[in-house]
Structures are given as C-alpha cells and as structure tokens.
C-alpha cells in the first residue's frame, strides 16, 4: 500500500508542473506558428528564414518560462550552462519531429496537407515528450539546492569579480576571495 501512495503523491505532484510545461509550450508553439505564418505571408519573408526567426523567438520564450514558472522548483544551474543545454535539447526535439515529417511525406509518400499536418502534430508530440523528460533530467534538476546551488553561486561570483567573505562560506568562495589557507 506505501508504494500506491507514493505513486499517487508523485503523479499528484507532477500534474501542475505538466500543466505549466503545456503552457508554455502552447504560447511557444502560438510565437512559432504564428510568427512563421505572419513573417511569410504578411512581411515577405522567405519561409526558412520566418521558420527560423519564429523558433529563436519561441525558443527564448519557453526557456523564460520554463526557468522562471515551470520548473522554478528545481535547481537552477550556471546560465549559460542551462540555455546551452535548453537549446541543444529543443534542437533534439525539431529532429524528431522532423524525422517524423521525413517519414511520412518521403518514407510513406504521402503529400497532402493532411497528411503533413499530421505527421507535424505527431512529431511535435514525441518531440515534446522527449524535451519533458530530457528538461528535467539535465536542465532543470532535481534535488536539494545545496552544493549545485553554491558551485553556481561561486561560479556567478568569480565571473562579476565579486565575492563577499562576510555572507560567502563556501570553500570555493574562500578560493576566489583569496582567503583560503593554503595546503
């Protein structure tokens, strides 16, 4: 009986944070579609370049929001560490759903737009199910913010230049203020 509720706390405590996850991918999923459409057909843009600049777009979006709402539970790692890591994954997911897109239009031979709208939601889904699970894996981690949250801290320090020795008890923090005895 624990088992079952721990699985019925653990499925109760993911329900909000997948609410928050389709959220944020829905105003993404509007900035990319939306924008795309709009930069083509109403601005002139070529369609590469208006795909292109809506997914930047949607991109920057869904990192703000997924940081800042979705997942600010978690543990925050080094900025430019988490959007490299962020980006690269939603790289991932396009593949896959263009992987699917590649399937259905040239593997299967089938070009209406039907079947393209299809394939496009198809692969949308497992791309976003695998940035879910890939996001919380190495982007927004886990845990207790203890020594990830000073390493980050230490590290956001070391590059502003400045650590405080008075509020800074970190063995990393000692180092970069130059009070760390030696050994």
């Given amino acids: 009986m624990p088992r079952l509720v721990s699985l019925r706390k653990r499925v109760a405590d993911l329900i909000p944070e997948l609410a928050k996850f389709g959220v944020v991918g829905l105003v993404g999923s509007v ?22 600049l809506s997914i930047i ?12 709402w979705t997942f ?6 080094a900025l430019l560490r988490e959007g490299t890591l ?7 997911g396009l593949a896959i759903a263009e992987c699917v897109i590649a ?14 709208n299809a394939a496009s939601v198809a692969g949308t889904g497992l791309g976003t199910i695998f940035r879910y ?15 990830a949250v000073a390493a980050v ?12 020795p008075e509020t800074e008890t970190s ?3 000692e180092l970069l203020s130059g009070t760390a005895s030696r050994r």
């Fill in 31 to 52: 900035i990319d579609l939306g924008g795309a459409a709009y930069l083509h057909g109403a601005v002139g843009i070529g369609p590469m370049v208006s795909k292109g």
């Fill in 57 to 68: 777009a949607a991109t920057v979006v869904t990192y703000l929001g997924s940081r800042f």
């Fill in 72 to 77: 600010r539970h978690r543990v925050n790692q």
């Fill in 86 to 92: 962020f980006v690269a994954l939603n790289v991932v």
């Fill in 103 to 116: 399937l259905v239009t040239y593997g299967f031979g089938l070009k209406g737009a039907l079947a393209y």
């Fill in 133 to 147: 699970f890939s996001y919380k894996k190495w982007v927004f981690l886990d845990g207790v913010p203890g020594a």
């Fill in 153 to 164: 801290a230490a590290g956001e320090a070391a590059v502003s230049g400045f650590v405080d």
């Fill in 171 to 173: 063995e990393a923090a």
